[in-house]
Every structure is written in C-alpha cells, then in structure tokens.
C-alpha cells in the first residue's frame, strides 16, 4: 500500500530542526551584535518581537524551498519505488549542509561587514580568492565551524535514511495519509508564501523598526544572500538614459541642472602647477582614530604634526563600505564596483579625474602596493586617462628589501609611499599621484624592521576581537600606515628636494570592518573616515581657503577639492561633488550607499523603515549624534532618493554616452 506518510513525516520533523537552528542562529545574532539596551528599552519591544515573528516568516520561506520540494518529489517517487532512502538521504545531507553553511557564513560576514550578506560577497570571486580565502582561515575558527556544520547536516541526514528505511512512520488509515499530504502541500505553499491576505513575502516587507539594526535582524543568511544576487544582477547593466533624466534628478536635489563645474581662474596655480598625491588608505577609518592619545595610544605616528597643521574634516565618511566600490566611485563616477570587468571594460569614460589632470598638462599616476590585475585594473586604467601604473612588482624590483614585506594582498606601504616619493624628486613636470596602500588589512602584519609606538589594545575591548594580541596587530598595522604617510610628508616637506609644491590629501577606502557599533548612537561614526588635507602655508597664501572640520561631507567630494586647490579655470564632472574649502553650499550632503544621507541638520539613518534623522550632536566630535530621532520630511527623503538615482543614472550616461 502506497503511504506517503514515510516520507512526509520524517521531513516534517527535519523542516523543525532546521527552523529551530535558524531560529537560535538570529537569537545569536541579536544577543552579538544588538545593543543590550535598545533590547531592554520598553518603546522598541513591539518592534523586537516583530523582528523574530518576521523573520521566522523567512525562515519557513526557505525551509519550504529546502524541506518541501525533496518532500513532494519523494512522495511521487515513492508511489513508484521504496527504495528511496538513500536518495532522500543525501539530498537533505547536501542542502542541510549548504544551508547550515550559509547562516554560519552570514554571523561571521556580518562581524565583519557589519551588514547581512550584500553585494560585497562578491569580492571571493573577484578579488585575489586564494588571499580572501587564507583571510578567512586565519581570522575566523574554520575548522571547527566546518566540522560543526557537517555534524549538523549529518544529523538530519541519518535519521531522514533511518526513518524511511525502516518506515517509522508508516500507518494504514487511507484518511489520514489523505488530510496529511494535502494539509501538507498546502503549509508549504503558504510558509513559501510567507503571506496569507498580503502579497508574498518579500524584501519589502522586512522592514520592522526606526532602528536599522533590528532590520538587519530579519533576513535569514539564504534570504540576505538572494536579495545579493539580485542586486548583483541589477548592478552590472547599463541603460541608454537621456541628459533630460539627469537634470531632473538635479532638480529634485534642488541643485542647479549642469553636470559639470569649473575651478576659479588662479594665475599661480596655471603657471607653477603644483603636484598632487591622493592616498586612499586601506580600513582608514574614525571608528579607530577615536582611540588615538599621543601618549599612551599613538595611531598617527610621524603623521602627527601634519595631521595638526593641515586641514582635516571629521565629519566625513566613504561613500561604500568597501575597496572596489570605493576606487570605482571616487576614480570612475561608478556604483559599479567591478565595472572594470563588465561589458564596459574596453570603455573610456572621458570624465575621469585623471583626463581632468591631463587636460591640464599632469602626467598622470596611480601606485599600488598590491597587484595592477586585481580587477583587471591593469587594463582598465590606462583607457581612464592613467599615463604609469605601478604595483607591487614594480616596487620590488626598485627596492628589493621590499619583498621581504610581501603578503598575499600586496607589499608594505612604505614602498608605495617611497615610489612616490622618488617619482616626485625625478619628475620634470607636474605629477598626479594616486597611491592605493594595503598594510592595514588582514593579516594584520607590520614589517619585521618596524617599531610599534605606544599602543593600549584595552580600548577595543568589548569593541573588536577576543584577545589584546589580536586588537594589538589591528591597532599595530593602523599605526604604522599613518606614520608611513607622515614619513612621506616629512621626505617631500624638505623644500630643498622639491622644484614645486606639493598638495596631499588621504582618506579612508571605507571604515575599520569587524568593530562593534552602538547603535543608534554611532550611526554615523560606523560609516566615518577622515579626509586629510596638506598644503604648504606657502600655497595657502596663494588662494582664499574656507575651514570648517565639520563640514558634512563625503567621498564624492574629494576630487573637486582637489581640483579647486590645484587647478585653474578646469572644467569637471561634479558628480554631486563641490570643494570642501568654498563658501558655496551646493551640494551640502554626505552619502554612505543604502545606509545613510547626512546634512548640515543631522544623519539620515536610510536603513530604518520609515527612514528617521539623527540631529547632530553639540560636542567637539564631528560624528556623535543626538539619539532623539525625527521622522523624515517628504522634501528630505526625496532629496536622498533622487540622489541615488543619480549615482546609477550618472555611470549609465557616462557609459552609453562614450559609446555612442
């Protein structure tokens, strides 16, 4: 007699165990990485509970996915043949595995990223994979997380083999092997559903509260990771759009409708044309510059003084979360992070800061300490206006100490800073540098020759790591990418050695990743990195310089200030941009993608449904904000969309338009 109930039961009773891990695995990410007192906090109980029932919902989603087809196509095999034990067996082992896999992954990405699986997982295929994956080995417990997840997938798959094998639950009554499998093709229809009046559940949907971390609470590792895929497959197009569509997200910024801007005449800086080196420092971020005391905790090293004469704007922070969408946004106008690896890599964009330099007579230059075909830079580069590019080979060839420092992501900074350095006492006309630096990144290791400052790594506990060795490395590699900038300011500052001067600007590629966040608290701290700015009191004189080190501002506006401090009467591609040492507040707004849009009236916080604003707090620190939130205005929150649709409607005109 054909009972289907064989195999229904024992893979209702593993949907169970899966949905009991999925749900002890959010109850571990709340327990990480939510504040004890937003939990404890009477107004956001409601908003608490409905993140576990939401989130529960997606659970079942996925469950239904992976425990419900298995289910409906072995109940029809089995009318066929018993001999599917085995089969079933293996098949739950391998999906347990992989979805077991992926919740584990999505805890230790979140540590990381501070976010659930996003766009970013990409970077395992597209940046070096064997470096990603020796990061992963040495920061996180590998072994035994593999060995807990095949234990957790064995475990299924042995009772799911056992109890069809031996027909544990085989009974004759006909009636009740009816209403079970109807009652249980309809549970999984709806828990894939996930709704019974609403439309199916979705990421519209999974948004519970002001606060942001509680919806990033929501999505399950497999949900999270979909939603990745999707904006993956959105991300890498490009559509034909009209200058008409441009123009009218202007409006709706408020701004004026022209895409390009243009430097004030300045007749010193069209003869003496100064040099000027742009560092994007890797993991620069304020979230660890707050610890800095020049006693007891040095972050700056040599840095120090020139970080006290030159200009530094506190309330700054990256416009992405990570090195690629960094380098393509700041470098090529794009929210695209791989562009140099989609359809249009053979594309010449046109309106690249380095095509801004060379059309006002620089030779152009970009230095890595890693390697040039790291996302096909190599080739990339040079159709964007780069006359010389330099890696890590280069380096080792011209300082051979160098490979002695050499890691899986690239050679110490100190080289690249040297290169340059070099480059700028041989060059007979005026140079653009860019310098890409990697120290300060995974696996955390300073040259054997170098020194640490005083450092106290008990001002990260509670904050990053486990052990002060691991927050002492963190704080080590920190130190010493700082002090090898001050170490080049100090070479170049020796006017005797330099036949022109010299501008300096650094800032962080995105914030130090893995470190706690006290949300709402630190909202904006979370995304900060300074922007630092050195010029000589000599080229000070030469131009009317307005300072405020709390200026809104983000990375969209880093190459037009350089531009209005380096260049004459240039014409540019503003991208939303404006220099940060005018008087014009056009374009007051910081932006961190798909997390937060700060004014000169406070954060954003894009990551809360409904979207809610943070006043600024009145203490020295630029970041700190008041907790006492807002909602939105509908003027504020169409602000903040219309510019988004700007960034994708700018690289998708800047593409289709060199293309046509």
């Known amino acids: 007699m054909y009972q289907p109930s064989i195999v229904i039961v024992p893979l209702w009773l593993i949907f169970i165990y899966q949905f009991l891990l999925l749900a002890a695995h959010r109850r571990a990410m709340v327990k990480a990485f939510v504040a004890q007192d937003i939990l404890e906090n009477p107004e956001h109980q409601l908003s608490v509970r409905r993140m576990f029932a939401l989130g529960h919902r997606f659970d079942m989603k996925v469950l239904s996915m992976v425990v419900g087809i298995p289910m409906i196509i072995g109940t029809v095999v089995l009318y066929f043949t018993s001999h599917i034990a085995l089969g079933i067996a293996i ?64 475990l299924p798959a042995y009772f799911c083999y056992q109890a069809i094998h031996l027909n544990w639950f085989a009974f004759d009554a006909l009636w009740l092997q009816i209403i079970l499998s109807v009652v249980s093709v309809l549970c999984i229809a709806l828990a894939a559903r996930g709704a019974i009046r609403s439309k199916p559940l979705g990421r519209g949907q999974a948004q519970v509260s002001s606060l942001s971390i509680l919806n990033k609470m929501v999505p399950d590792g497999v949900t999270a990771m979909s939603w990745a895929f999707t904006d993956r497959k959105a991300q890498i197009s490009f559509d034909v759009v009209t200058a008409e569509q441009g123009k009218a997200l202007l409006r709706r910024m408020g701004e004026i409708e022209d895409f390009h801007d243009t430097t004030p005449k300045n007749n010193y800086l069209a003869q003496e044309k100064p040099h000027v080196v742009f560092a994007l420092m890797e993991s620069f971020g304020n979230n660890i510059l707050i610890h800095d005391h ?83 830079l190599a080739n990339y580069f040079p159709l964007q206006g780069v006359d010389e590019l330099y890696d890590q080979n280069n380096m080792m ?89 001050g170490g080049f300011l100090q070479a ?12 300096v600007a650094a800032t962080g590629d995105h914030h130090f990743r893995g470190v706690y966040v006290n949300q709402p608290k630190e909202v904006f701290l979370a995304k900060s990195v300074p922007f630092f700015v050195y010029l000589s009191s000599d080229l000070q004189t030469q131009m009317d310089l307005s300072f405020d080190k709390n200026r809104v501002a983000s990375h969209k506006d880093i190459m037009p200030t350089l531009y209005h401090l380096s260049l004459s009467q240039a014409t540019y591609w503003h991208g939303c941009g404006r220099s940060l040492f005018s008087t014009e507040q056009r374009f007051e707004f910081a932006y961190n993608e798909k997390s937060l849009f700060a004014t000169v009236e406070g954060v954003m916080d894009l990551g809360a449904q409904p979207c809610i604003a943070y006043p600024w707090s009145s203490s020295e620190s630029g970041w700190k904000v008041e907790v006492n939130s807002r909602p939105l205005t509908a003027s504020e929150q169409d602000k903040a969309l219309a510019f988004q649709d700007f960034i994708r409607w700018q690289i998708n005109y800047l593409v289709t338009q060199a293309q046509s």
């Open 492 to 503: 170049i500052d020796k006017k005797d050695t330099q036949a022109r001067q010299i501008i």
């Open 91 to 154: 098949v739950m082992f391998v999906l347990c595995l992989v979805l077991n896999g992926i919740i584990v992954g999505n805890f230790y990405y979140f540590k990381t990223y501070n976010n659930y699986y996003d766009i970013f997982m990409f970077g395992l295929v597209e940046d070096d994979t064997q470096a990603v994956l020796k990061n992963i080995y040495e920061d996180y417990p590998i072994i035994r997380l593999v060995l807990g997840v095949l234990l957790s997938a064995l």
């Open 397 to 485: 060839e011209i300082f051979p100490e160098a490979k002695a420092s050499l890691s899986y992501w690239g050679v110490a900074d100190e080289y690249a800073f040297a290169l340059a350095q070099k480059l700028l006492e041989e060059s007979k006309e005026p140079l653009f540098i860019s310098i890409l630096t990697m120290t300060n990144h995974p696996p955390y290791k300073v040259p054997a020759h170098y020194h640490l400052k005083p450092l106290q790594p008990a001002c990260l506990q509670g904050r990053y790591g486990n052990e002060d060795t691991e927050r002492l490395a963190v704080l080590g590699t920190y130190q010493y990418a700082c002090d090898t900038l």
């Open 294 to 376: 020049a006693e007891h905790n040095d972050l700056l090293g040599r840095l120090r003084p020139y970080w006290q004469k030159g200009f530094v704007f506190e309330r700054f922070c990256s416009d992405y979360d990570g090195t690629a969408p960094s380098l393509a946004n700041i470098f090529f106008h794009s929210d695209i992070q791989n562009i140099s690896q989609t359809i249009a890599q053979h594309t010449s964009l046109g309106e690249t800061p380095f095509e801004v330099y060379k059309a006002q007579g620089y030779k152009t230059v970009f230095i890595t300490a890693g390697n040039m075909m790291w996302r096909n």
